[in-house]
């Protein structure tokens, strides 16, 4: 990624050198949404079209960024139409995984950054989702500089497009050092022996054992006292003895024990 010759400095951050946004904005995809310089041989028409090329990868999906670089170049545009853009998007499937044997999609974001011109939308609203069983998912942003706005073709009632907000805080908000722009290093835990898991397990053990090598006496009851360990609703039960003659409750369906009370 390269720039044009340094300008004037933003207003009371005379240590960060001017650039393009668009430059500006890869930079900040890289270190906040986890892209990184593509890499894929299939996107190599899309980087012969665009000034920088991106690429996300989660293990299921792909995101491809075309970045057209409109400050240093003005009249530059993204010159393959959608039809093309699909095919790239197909060659790239080999690259997304599956979801309960469903195939992954690729996505593929055209964004022409840089001062607007009217004939943007209407060129570029055609870069969107054939349909919904669609694999290869086209869309385009324009990030005007001069008018601070963002456009999306995949709008809709709902949403106003994906990274829509994220782009147009960056047009807002003062930009950032270089050295701030860092993306975050993954933390990974050492090893170690897993002191609570195995506590847990000797104490559900010694529980265990303590059952087998005691016992717990039968469950019987008297006939004139309600059963604690049963509750109120399941106290009316068939039982195999007489409950007059004070022998044990025990559930069974040759008769029905009704507690005193309920008399």
């Known amino acids: 990624m390269t720039w044009a010759d ?11 050198p001017h650039q393009p946004f668009c430059i500006y904005l890869a930079k900040q995809f890289i270190a906040k949404k986890g892209f990184e310089p593509a890499s894929v041989p299939e996107a190599e028409k899309l980087a012969a079209v ?35 853009v ?33 004939d943007q939308q209407q060129r570029l609203k055609l870069f969107k989702r054939s349909s919904l069983r669609a694999k290869v998912i086209p869309s385009a942003m324009i990030v005007d500089t001069a008018s601070g706005e963002v ?5 809709t009632w709902i949403s106003k497009g ?27 835990a ?8 195995a506590a847990i397990l000797a104490v559900l053990f010694a529980v265990f054992a303590a059952e087998i090598v005691y016992g717990i006496g039968p469950w019987t009851c008297s006939s004139r006292q309600s059963p604690r360990w049963w509750p109120l609703a399941v106290w ?16 069974h369906r040759s008769c029905m024990w009704t507690p005193p009370i309920w008399r």
């Open 162 to 188: 994906v990274y829509h907000g994220f782009v147009e805080e960056l047009l807002a908000a003062p930009r950032e050092a270089d050295a701030d722009l860092v993306p975050p290093v993954a933390i990974v």
């Open 86 to 118: 699909r095919r790239i998007g197909e060659a790239c499937l080999k690259y997304t995984g599956k979801i309960n044997s469903a195939k992954m999609p690729v996505f593929i974001r055209i964004m022409e950054v840089g001062p607007g011109s009217t």
């Open 6 to 16: 340094p300008r004037e400095p933003h207003f009371g951050q005379p240590e960060i």
């Open 151 to 155: 456009w999306n073709s995949d709008r």
């Open 236 to 251: 009316r039960r068939r039982s195999f003895c007489n409950p007059a003659n004070g022998i044990g409750c025990c559930p």
């Open 50 to 84: 665009s000034d920088v090329v991106l690429t996300q990868s989660d293990g299921y999906t792909l995101t491809i960024l075309c970045m057209i670089d409109r400050e240093t170049h003005p009249d530059a545009v993204f010159e393959l139409d959608v039809d093309e």
């Open 190 to 197: 050492q090893p170690s022996f897993p002191i609570l898991t």
